[in-house]
């Protein structure tokens, strides 16, 4: 059963003398645009918004405003931060409130004699006759990702004769349509089939929400969630969509002529000022619509869906003087989790405690020789507390961190409590979850000065030194090259790579660590190039006949083709020093998230200077102990920075590419 609550009914049709002294006088400023027989239509109707957000919320106030008299209303949702730039009741003082009591207390401000029906559980299959008993129109506010409830909502309404109107915001647009009795069904006109994944139902609904396709231009892709329904959206579309929505609706009651029921649309674009109708035919089964689909499906969000680890929900938070619920600790165990590590290796043992989290180092995971004393697991540990420092308000905990906590105990790397907090969330938490290594080719165009900036702030109080001077990428990218030549010289990097690669399948499915062959991105000729040279003896030859050099020159182009590459450093050369440089190395990775930014690291020169500088020579041959002098030569020109209050976690190139379309796996749990 729904939660369901009702305000005193309106006395009667023709309401009592003061109810109607009130309105009249309240909305007197109507008359002249609408009748005085359309205004009391308007007093007489009883309107249904199901949603009250980016746009519900603004549709409730429109139609208050215009007199609509009675109203039923759904969403069982409460008001946080990132709905303040475009929900009309998302201010400081209704923050954690219920959108719907909120929304009716705004309504009850315009119109004290308004009928409210609230449905506190939202709209659900269960409710859905009841909330459109005796309804004149159904206003859609729903969520984007709640395909399946709009879906039941638009035919039933359709089964009991009731218009729908939806407007949808899009970028700088607004996009209006409207579902009658006698229109193109739901289902016929956004082409919806049984068999189909929630993922294509979706692309087929964002689709047709709009065919004139005036925003494509205006919205970045990479934004885009279709998984999480998660997308852009401004304040001006939104009172946009509320207008056109309202327009319609006032004709639909007042049985003025209005806009073609679907498969007509209208479309406006505020930043253009150009308006287009379209009337694909057949719905989304129409030729031009099918085009839409296919672009949208393999070019603009090509290899999306396929990248992205799953984010599960956020779980509730709890009160003062409660300890973290297990759905809170799990969900940020999996936070953790989602740290970088070498060849995704995840070198770490998270373990749950009373009032938090414990992450230990596990140093069985990684053996290569490029985890000189384990530091390149403490610096992928000190990501892993970073993640769960950044994603804790998001359950409404803070968390408490310190570092090595036990001088006897080597392998715990930090100790976490949690503990309630109404702390404002951090703006790097949503990218916990889609950060991740892109190998691909990057765009030219430069990274402007306010990444650069926030990437710099993000890292302190380890200090991030950026490149983006063309001249010094040159030389940079040259010394990335004859660094990457030892890494395919070595027989045990050779083989420790190879062992982390998940040649069978490509897509690393059945595995929980490593690295899918198609997260490379190496290409066709890449990947027969690696599964020919897995043996070390087939690498050797390729290494004796030059072959081998293919593998640097590959990681000399990627610096070469971007815009900018970065140095994060910490302070200390310790355990502790390189904990906190791999807590600043996430930071500065989850804000370049943040902001757009594709980055892959360079590991190999941070990672053989620290074994030069801390054990010495010995370790490397003689052959390559002279080409790394001449990387150290060039290297510390680059960054004159370094030295003993400067050592370098990870070296990195950033830009513009085309999101990865394979991701990388994480274990749920300790084996």
């Excluded at 954690?96 to 299959?125: C, W, Y």
Aim: contains cysteine; glycine residues 8%.
């Amino acid at each position: 059963m729904t939660t369901k609550g009702q305000d005193p009914p309106v006395a009667s049709s023709l309401f009592d003398v003061e109810a109607r002294a009130f309105m009249e006088a309240a909305f007197s400023r109507n008359l002249g645009i609408l009748t005085p027989q359309e205004q009391e239509k308007l007093f007489l109707s009883r309107v249904a918004v199901p949603g009250l957000g980016g746009v519900g919320g603004l549709h409730c106030m429109t139609l208050a405003r215009l007199g609509v008299g009675s109203f039923h209303l759904a969403d069982p949702d409460a008001y946080e931060l990132a709905n303040f730039n475009r929900q009309f009741g998302a201010t400081v003082r209704h923050l954690g409130e219920s959108k719907l009591s909120s929304m009716v207390e705004e309504i009850r401000q315009i119109n004290p004699r308004a009928s409210l029906t609230s449905f506190h559980d939202g709209l659900t299959p269960d409710n859905l006759d009841e909330f459109l008993s005796g309804v004149n129109v159904v206003v859609d506010g729903l969520d984007f990702s709640a395909f399946n409830i709009r879906r039941m909502l638009f035919n039933r309404a359709r089964e009991m004769g009731i218009p729908v109107v939806t407007a949808a915001p899009l970028g700088y647009t607004a996009s209006l349509l409207v579902f009658a009795p006698d229109s193109m069904t739901f289902d016929d006109y956004f082409d919806n089939r049984p068999g189909l994944s929630e993922r294509e139902r979706l692309l087929r609904f964002a689709v047709g929400l709009a065919p004139s396709g005036l925003h494509l231009g205006q919205i970045d892709p990479a934004k885009v969630d279709l998984a999480r329904g998660r997308g852009p959206s401004l304040a001006v579309a939104c009172l946009l969509c509320a207008a056109l929505a309202a327009t319609e609706t006032v004709r639909l009651l007042g049985g003025r002529p209005g806009l073609k029921t679907a498969p007509w649309s209208l479309q406006v674009d505020l930043a253009t000022g150009r308006s287009k109708w379209s009337r694909p035919r057949r719905g989304n089964a129409s030729a031009s619509q099918r085009l839409k689909l296919w672009y949208v499906r393999n070019v603009l969000l090509a290899g999306m869906s396929e990248a992205t680890r799953g984010v599960p929900s956020t779980p509730v938070g709890v009160t003062a003087g409660q300890a973290p619920t297990p759905d809170q600790l799990g969900w940020l165990e999996q936070a953790a989790r989602q740290a970088p590590s070498g060849d995704n290796c995840q070198p770490w043992r998270i373990q749950r405690t009373e009032n938090g989290l414990s992450i230990r180092l596990d140093p069985s995971r990684d053996g290569s020789f490029f985890n000189f004393r384990q530091l390149a697991s403490v610096i992928a540990c000190g990501a892993a507390v970073q993640n769960v420092v950044s994603s804790a308000p998001d359950t409404g905990l803070r968390a408490l961190f310190e570092l090595l906590p036990d001088p006897a105990d080597r392998d715990c790397m930090a100790e976490i409590r949690l503990e309630p907090s109404v702390a404002v969330p951090d703006v790097l938490s949503e990218t916990v979850w889609t950060r991740c290594t892109n190998r691909r080719p990057y765009f030219r165009r430069s990274v402007d000065s306010y990444s650069v900036k926030r990437l710099v702030e993000s890292a302190e109080p380890s200090r991030l030194i950026v490149v983006h001077d063309p001249k010094r990428l040159r030389e940079l990218a040259g010394l990335v090259y004859l660094a990457d030549r030892i890494r395919v010289e070595r027989r045990d990097l050779h083989e420790h790579f190879t062992s982390m690669t998940r040649f069978t399948p490509p897509d690393g499915a059945g595995h929980d660590d490593g690295l899918p062959l198609k997260n490379l991105h190496a290409g066709a000729a890449g990947e027969a190039f690696l599964r020919l040279t897995r043996p070390w003896w087939a690498m050797r030859v390729a290494n004796t006949v030059g072959l081998g050099r293919l593998v640097a020159l590959h990681s000399r182009l990627g610096m070469l083709s971007s815009p900018l590459a970065g140095l994060l450093c910490a302070e200390q050369a310790d355990v502790e020093g390189f904990l906190k440089g791999g807590m600043g190395m996430e930071r500065v990775w989850l804000m370049a998230t943040r902001l757009g930014l594709a980055l892959q690291p360079m590991t190999a020169i941070t990672l053989f200077w620290l074994r030069w500088r801390l054990e010495g020579p010995d370790a490397f041959s003689k052959a390559h102990r002279t080409l790394l002098e001449k990387v150290w030569q060039g290297f510390e020109k680059l960054f004159p920075e370094l030295g003993a209050a400067c050592w370098p976690v990870m070296l990195f190139r950033a830009g513009h590419a085309r999101p990865i379309s394979q991701g990388t796996p994480r274990r749920l749990r300790e084996p």
